[in-house]
């Protein structure tokens, strides 16, 4: 079970995942080895899955955004399809959906040329019926975490 101290210990490591455990405990108001406890804690129980860098993509000539939507014969439960999608270098992150399609991809291309390589591998996976590609014109809000709301964690 979490409390306000947990929280504000995850709103600060999602606004810097780098802040020293010092800092941390400045923060939110506990000794050091009070902080870094909790923080285990919240490490051990699985609510902090890991840490990571964000990369601004257009600065390493990765210029597209995309979001594709990926129909496939899949039986309704099976994500087979979704794994090997999962294993494309340009796939960010892939989404097993509801609806009329199978999987929602976001991937990251250089440009109209590398997006076109994307959907040919695509394509050729077993399995994998249509595609449809929608350009990401701006990235408005791209989080890697919601705010620890108040009682909702």
């Known amino acids: 079970m979490m409390d306000e101290t947990d929280r504000k210990i995850l709103d600060c490591l999602r606004n810097n995942g780098r802040i020293s455990n010092k800092e941390l405990a400045r923060r939110i108001h506990l000794v050091p080895s009070a902080a870094l ?12 899955r890991g840490y990571s860098c964000r990369i601004d993509h257009s600065k390493i000539g990765l ?11 899949e039986k309704v439960g099976n994500i087979e399809i ?27 291309v250089k440009d109209t040329s590398g997006l076109n390589d994307l959907i040919i591998r695509l394509g050729n996976i077993p399995g994998v019926v249509r595609t449809q590609t929608t350009l990401i014109m701006n990235m408005i809000k791209n989080e890697l975490s919601l705010n620890s709301g108040p009682d909702e964690l």
């Open 63 to 73: 210029n597209m955004n995309v979001l594709i939507s990926v129909i496939t014969a």
């Open 82 to 108: 979704g794994s090997k999608l999962a294993e494309l270098p340009d796939v960010l992150d892939v989404f097993d959906v509801a609806g009329n399609t199978s999987y929602i991809i976001r991937a990251v």
């Open 37 to 48: 406890k909790r923080l285990r804690r919240l490490e051990e129980s699985g609510i902090i």
